[in-house]
Structures are given as C-alpha cells and as structure tokens.
C-alpha cells in the first residue's frame, strides 16, 4: 500500500504552515480543469521575511533551502485549503525556484532541491516535476527565494 | 446581470490599445485547447518603453504600476484580436509580473496590482489569477516591467 | 506533402544532442494529459556552461543566440527521449528565456530568437510559440542562457 501524501506527511512528522494570504490582487490557488495554480509562495515570520537578501551574500545555501523548502510547504496548504486535502493532487506538473541571486552566484538549481526533495519525499515520483531555477534580481520584501508550483488535481 | 467583459471595459470608459506585434519568432497569442497563452508584453510608445530603466531607480512604483496596467491591457488586445473578443475568456489563470529591480527594491507585488487590478476591475473574480512577482535584472529595451498572462477560453 | 519533425531535422542537418540528465529532484520532461513540459534547460560542454558569464559584459548577442538555440534542441532532445519521437510534438505552447544579464542590457528578445528561429525551422508555425524573455541576475554553474519549453503532444 503506498501512503496518500496527508499520511506520508504525518509519518515524516510534518504540519502543513497557515495557508497563505494574499498580499494583492491574486487567489492563493486557481483551479481550472484538472489543474491548479499555486501563486508564488515566500516564507514570512511575523510580516519578514525568513532570512531576507541576496543569497550568497546575505544568506547561504543551506538557509536558501530552509526557505524553498518552506515554500514549497505552503504551497501545499495553499492546496490543501482550497481542494480540501492534499489527498487530491495527483501530480506536480512544474516547479519553479527564483532566488534572488549575485551576479557571481551560480547554485540556484542546489536551492531548488529544497523544494523538489520534500515534493518528492511526500508525493513520490509524482512529486518530481519539470523544473526550472534561476538567479533573480529582488523579491517581494527581500525575501531569498520564491517558489512557484502548479499540479494536476483529481 | 453580470456585464459582459467587453460591457465593463466600455463602462470603464476603456479603450484597448492597438494589439501588440510580434518582435521576433513567437505568436502575441496560442490558443490551444481551452487554454490561451499570451506572450510577455511590455509597453512601448513610439519604439521607446513607457518608463525605461530600472524600478527604484529611474522609475517609481506609480510609474510601474501604470506600465503593468498597460501591458495587462496589450494582453487584453492581444487576446481580443486573437478569440474575436475578450468575451470569450473565461477566467485569468496566471499573471506573472517581471519588473526590473534593484538588488535593493522588495516592492514587485505592488508594482504587480497595477496589473491584477485592472484584470479583476474588469473581470471581477474570474479575473483574479494566480501570481508571481518578481525582480529581475533587466527587460527588452530596457522596459521597467514585463506581464505574461495565461487565460482559459470559452 | 509538408515533412514531419524528424524529417525536418534530417533536412536541416542538425542531430539532436544526448538528452540532458537532471542535475537535482526533478524531471527532465513531465508528461500530463495532452501537455508537456519541459525542465529549463541550459547548455553544458564538459559539465561547464557554453559561453559562460553575463550577456553583454563576458558573452556576446550572437554567443547567447548559440546558447539558446543549444538549449531548445536540448528540450526537442529531452522530449524526443520521453516520447519516442519529436514527431508526437503537436503544438510549442510557450517558450520562456531567461538570459544573465547586465542591468544596461536590453536585447534579451534578440537572444531569445536564438531559440525560437530553431523551433520554427523545425515545426514551421506549428512551432512558433507565445514567448517570455527577461534578463535574470544569474543562472545555474553561470550559464548565459536558459530556456524552458512547453508543448502540446499527440
């Protein structure tokens, strides 16, 4: 029997965060057909963001995964809110990482993995999407990473 | 009565640009399916973007904001000379806001409403997408902002 | 009679190059429903990027089109690995560019054709795609180009 992902994360011990509310005019989640938008997720603690500024000048790598993997999560429960359960993602169709980046700055695709390892230790290989990961000049708040996930749904 | 998105752009008292022509090897608009892909637009007037340079420094978040409005508005065109009419799109699924940054500025999700809130003002919730902001190094002709938008089509 | 993709290629000349092996938690072409989507991808020679560096500062317009342009017949590769065959290749939906770039540089659209001229060669209109490009701050192991593909496949 392979585990539904709401009980792979109860066995790897992890609580879905708040779902996310949006600072704009967007929807956390659009569902259209049998896919899912999830607008770009970045990780706040008390209004800041986790370890803000340029990654490998402000913040490291391994801190640059705390917050992609932290993304990822609240992409999740971004889902979980608006389908009901994460039960009802069957795939995770594109991942995609921007980290605010140095020019000289060259391992966004190593931060990426924050996002895809958790995606794929809760999912399964349906977790392992197409992804993409790049250096980008800023992001809202300063945060280090933002994380971008869209999903086929039952 | 709801009004139609055509009726609300009239009510609006707005007037869709001349729709964008391509400058290179890519379509302003693929439809395929019930899908309709809109490549990114930039607002030029005259060959010359509105507000060239970089957010934060040569050009305010107002100023962004008025070329995200523009650009969601191109979209707008573009789609309308591509479907008939903006009538037949039936819910904005993706807006993804590029706006050229400094390292420094954290602002893109406000530069972001000034194209997200056009698209909700004119087709209320269907028009209210997933999002991402972001801050990137440098636009085509060094424009301030860039929107690529994603709709589902009747 | 028009030609086929594959027949296409051998027209042109160009074999495609070995598909691209993914460099983390992901999948370098995920398959859903009649769309697929394909990883960025950036071109390597030895494990180090083709012209490696900023475009506009260490790597030139036409070196950035060759990047491009390497990285669309790496996705047609990666497709063609996942498929069987570029000739299930029905429609390029989107086309996304991503290009290392100083803050003065404005011709990210003209890098872009590096990838798209290919993909029209290759598919005539089916293969001109709706089109995003941007200069990003950086890119993985400080490649100039990135490039993402999405299709639609028999």
Redesign the interface.
């Known amino acids: 029997m392979v585990p539904t992902p709401g009980a792979r994360l109860a066995e790897l011990g992890i609580e879905l965060p708040p779902p996310p509310r949006p600072?704009?005019?967007?929807?956390?989640?659009?569902v259209?057909?049998?896919r899912a938008?999830?607008?770009?997720q970045i990780v706040l603690r008390g209004g800041t963001p986790l370890h803000p500024g340029?990654v490998d000048r402000d913040v490291s790598v391994a801190q640059a995964q705390e917050a992609a993997r932290g993304a990822a999560l609240q992409a999740l429960s971004a889902l979980a809110a608006e389908l009901g359960s994460v039960d009802r993602i069957r795939?995770v169709?594109?991942?995609?990482v921007?980290v605010?980046?140095?020019?000289?700055?060259?391992?966004?695709?190593?931060v990426?993995?924050g996002a895809?390892?958790l995606?794929?230790s809760v999912f399964g290989e349906a977790g392992?999407?197409?992804?993409?990961?790049?250096?980008?000049?800023?992001?809202?708040?300063?945060?280090p990473v933002?994380v971008?996930v869209t999903v086929?749904v039952a």
Chains 1, 2, 3 share one sequence.
């Open positions: 600072a704009g005019t967007y929807s956390p989640v659009v259209h057909g049998d938008w999830v607008s770009g340029l795939r169709l594109r991942v995609a921007y605010a980046s140095v020019p000289t700055f060259g391992q966004q695709h190593v990426g993995n895809t390892d995606l794929v392992r999407p197409a992804r993409v990961a790049m250096g980008v000049a800023a992001l809202p708040l300063n945060a933002e971008e086929a």
